[in-house]
């Protein structure tokens, strides 16, 4: 449950602050930020999105301006739970609690234990859908079997493909500190990478990755490497924090590697769930290749290579089926030689145009490293509609179903279950308000024991306070 989050948004300030000093105190290792002024949708969509709060907790006062940013959240985050506080409750209110699905709702006076008690639920639900969130957040590695075999064009265009086709921010990271190529080929502008954050490893928040996030596109956010000249030596550990963020952060996230398998590239392919192998078809990128798949079954990695076949072209040396004989593995996806639209891109700083033979080749790689039917694709995000899974799990008490890995979860799903949640809330949001309304027995708060072996998120000072 790395880099939690949690966010309180209300126009009574004065109750939202009591609720900030008492959620500290409970939960000192969650991060937390406070949105009494309330700023434009955009600009609250944004900073929901960027910030990403696992846990929220909502002024619904107002139940009609409580209903929209709760859309908000949910349109922005993957399975947050949402918890309302109000400075009085009314049936209004608790009917449209129950209606978005929040966890709980807090009325004036709040106490600490009563807050111990929905942040309980949250963590718990939480982390029974890390593993989930671990399933759905992808991390896709490229890399050549030699250099110059076009790894880092593969990997610019796979994800800006993947985010032109989603509602959800996909990130491109290029961890090629010597010889990085992404900034050259969109022509960004000179900016701080990866090279100059990796230091911070955990303390990574979403102010300081935006520092060397360039957005590209409708939902591309690019991360160069950064200056040769590196301010420090890049840690193996601090890799690792960086994947880590951006699997927390983005359901998709490319990263482009250099050619060596160094140790920052075996700890980038170890947490990796799908690792691309480009090879052109000249002799030594193909000898090269052979070498490598057998690294990767040294590595217990070799289930999840796939081999990209770029720059093919009829008048190629070796065929896609005498490179398959070689390598004793199918050819996942091949990429045709088209250097004038390329070198047009180049010259543009821009990728290739989507409706250009190339474009369509990485549109089908895109659909088929996603599992996606292009027949039957919607608008949406690519990967599962993960802002289900808090609902799922209050509904059933299952872990979220598998299946929705790479497929969006039609938005009348959530309709259809609202009835099981009104049946189901009394159980899974037990003491809370909102749950004795859907049944019609009376909002009665019952004074409840802190437990007195709160979990090792929650400080035990104010607890037994």
């Known amino acids: 449950m790395d880099f939690l989050r949690g966010m309180i948004i209300g126009c009574n300030s004065e109750l939202a602050t009591e609720l900030e000093g008492i959620v500290s105190g409970l939960a000192p290792t969650l991060s937390l930020r406070k949105v009494c002024d309330l700023p434009g949708e955009a600009e609250l969509e944004s900073m929901i999105r960027v910030f990403k709060p696992s846990i929220v907790f909502l002024d619904i006062s107002d139940f009609e301006l409580g209903e929209f940013i709760c859309a908000l959240i949910r349109k922005q985050v993957r399975g947050p739970q949402i918890v309302g506080f109000a400075g009085s409750t009314t049936h209004e209110i608790l009917l449209m609690a129950v209606r978005n699905g929040l966890r709980d709702v807090l009325e004036s006076p709040i106490s600490p234990a009563t807050v111990q008690q929905c942040l309980s639920r949250a963590f718990s639900v939480l982390e029974e859908d890390s593993e989930h969130t671990r399933f759905n957040n992808q991390i896709f590695s490229f890399l050549p079997s030699k250099i110059g075999s076009g790894a880092s064009t593969v990997a610019l265009h796979t994800a800006y493909t993947m985010a032109r086709s989603s509602d959800s921010p996909v990130a491109l990271l290029d961890l090629d500190f010597d010889s990085g190529l992404v900034d050259f080929m969109l022509k960004l502008p000179a900016n701080q990478g990866l090279s100059h954050i ?72 170890d947490k990796s769930d799908g690792i691309f192998m480009v090879l052109t078809p000249d002799l030594p990128s193909v000898h090269l290749a052979r070498r490598r798949l057998d690294q990767f ?42 250097y004038t639209s390329l070198q047009k891109a180049l010259l543009n700083g821009r990728p290739i145009e989507a409706d250009t033979q190339l474009g369509r080749q990485f549109a089908d790689m895109t659909n088929r490293i996603l599992g996606v039917d292009p027949k039957k694709k919607k608008a949406g995000s690519l990967v599962g509609a993960g802002f289900l899974s808090a609902l799922r799990n209050l509904l059933s008490g299952s872990a979220p179903l598998p299946e929705a890995r790479n497929a969006r979860i039609a938005a009348s799903a959530a309709t259809a279950a609202t009835p099981r949640l009104l049946e189901a809330a009394p159980g899974a949001c037990e003491d809370s308000a909102m749950a004795r309304m859907a049944v019609g027995q009376p909002v009665v708060e019952k004074p409840s024991r802190p437990d007195l072996n709160p979990p090792k998120w929650m400080s035990t000072e104010l607890v037994r306070r």
């Open 297 to 338: 079954h040294e590595m217990r990695l070799a289930n999840r290579v796939r081999v990209v076949y770029n720059r093919a072209h009829s008048r190629s040396p070796l065929s896609k089926a005498e490179i398959e004989e070689i390598l004793e593995r199918d050819i996942f996806h091949v990429i045709d030689n088209d």
């Open 198 to 269: 990796s230091e911070l490893g955990d303390r990574m928040d979403a102010s300081i990755w935006s520092r060397v996030a360039t957005k590209v596109g409708r939902n591309l956010d690019v991360l160069r490497a950064g200056s040769h000249n590196k301010p420090r030596r890049i840690l193996t550990s601090d890799i690792e924090h960086l994947i880590a963020y951006a699997r927390h952060s983005y359901e998709i996230t490319c990263v482009d590697l250099p050619g060596s398998l160094n140790d920052h590239s075996l700890a980038v392919l």
